[in-house]
């Protein structure tokens, strides 16, 4: 079975750029994650789904990031602009859904560096 | 005051020998805890949860809960060079929710 599924792996933009990361969690999975990590710190949650509905972004900097998740399956992490703050790890993850156990798969990340 | 604490470390340990890890953490009402490691440049992985007080163990590892003074610890025993690596520990409020928050871990050095 395919695991977490995120691109690009890696990103170098300018700042004041935009970027946008890619997200396919594992199938059948109906809980999506976006946790940022930066250097030396756990990850943190910028916002969760349940199928196609955002329950949780009270993390996600709205004025810059956006996200979705049409028809509850894949989801895109948008940031626009990005500002040098925004180096760090952004990591999809998947949890089949409430009452699963609660195991959480991240993916491989997408490493994201401001210049 | 972060919500999940954790010694940053490096913790350094022989081969062979017991490490543990700790993580204390600020919400009374939470519910679940669980162990990630995480090895330099790759996403973290699921070790072990534990729910219950007392000890779960599993292979070498053993996860220790004690709600009442608000800690979990996480001991690996017969410590290997593979076993380095950044160990998270993260807290759920609530477990059907899912929503994780994350120490920033300890890091785990363990020498031939």
């Known amino acids: 079975e395919a695991g977490v599924v995120q691109s690009p792996r890696y990103k170098i933009i300018e700042k004041k750029q935009p970027v946008a990361f890619w997200c396919n969690p594992i199938?059948?999975?109906?809980?999506l994650y976006w946790y940022r990590q930066n250097l030396g710190q756990g990850p943190e949650l910028l916002i969760r789904?349940?199928?196609?509905?955002?329950?949780?972004d009270s993390q996600l900097p709205k004025d810059r990031f956006s996200a979705e998740r049409l028809k509850g399956v894949d989801s895109t992490l948008k940031i626009q602009p990005a500002e040098l703050g925004d180096s760090a790890v952004y990591l999809c993850?998947?949890?089949?859904?409430?009452?699963?156990?609660?195991?959480?798969?991240f993916g491989e990340g997408s490493w994201l560096t401001v210049v | 005051q972060k919500e999940v604490e954790q010694n940053s470390g490096p913790l350094s340990v022989p081969e062979g020998a017991i490490a543990s890890l700790n993580c204390t953490y600020s919400?009374?009402?939470?519910?679940?805890f669980f162990w990630y490691r995480q090895y330099s440049g790759k996403s973290p992985e699921l070790i072990m949860f534990?729910?219950?007080?007392g000890d779960k163990e599993d292979g070498r590892f053993t996860a220790q809960l004690n709600k009442a003074s608000q800690y979990v610890s996480l001991l690996i025993r017969d410590s290997q060079p593979s076993d380095s690596a950044t160990y998270l520990c993260?807290?759920?409020?609530?477990?059907?929710?899912?929503?994780?928050?994350f120490g920033d871990g300890t890091t785990l050095t363990v020498k031939p």
């Open positions: 789904y349940e199928n196609e509905e955002a329950v949780d």
């Open positions: 919400d009374r009402g939470s519910q679940s």
């Open positions: 993260a807290v759920n409020y609530n477990t059907n929710a899912g929503k994780s928050t």
């Open positions: 199938s059948g999975h109906n809980t």
């Open positions: 534990i729910y219950s007080n």
């Open positions: 993850a998947s949890r089949q859904g409430p009452g699963s156990g609660n195991t959480i798969y």
